[in-house]
């Protein structure tokens, strides 16, 4: 079994800063590429940042000079720090990771049970 546990979601004003957590456990013998994903009420998923496992990154225009991913592999957890929070940015928040078990030979993506994170006055 692996599973993706999320934390750090909440309430916060425009203009204020929150990070998110998402750690990987269970059978990992690799995690390949880790996600931030997130939905708003009547809209579809969208990819709001990923990180390779080699360093490389990329984000959503909407969040760029906001949002930082980063990952510590060794702890096989990724992190969202979200600065300048915007209402437009409420949203859950869902974790993904492209991990491989042990004994298995392919990866294949998991998800966390998401975080709501909302930003109102």
Known sequence: ???LAESGGGLVQPGGS????CAASGSIFSIRNMAWY????????????????G?????????????TISRDNAKN????????LKPEDTAVYYC??????SGNSVYRDYWGQ???VTVSS
């Open 38 to 53: 997130r939905q708003a009420p009547g809209l579809e998923r969208e990819l709001v940042a990923a990180s390779a496992r």
């Open 77 to 84: 957890t990724v992190y969202l720090q979200m600065n300048s």
């Open 1 to 3: 079994q692996v599973q």
């Open 55 to 67: 360093g490389s990154t990329n984000y959503v225009d909407s969040v760029k000079g906001r949002f």
């Open 18 to 21: 929150l990070k998110l957590s």
């Open 96 to 101: 993904n990771a492209a991990i491989k078990r």
């Open 114 to 116: 998401g975080t709501q």
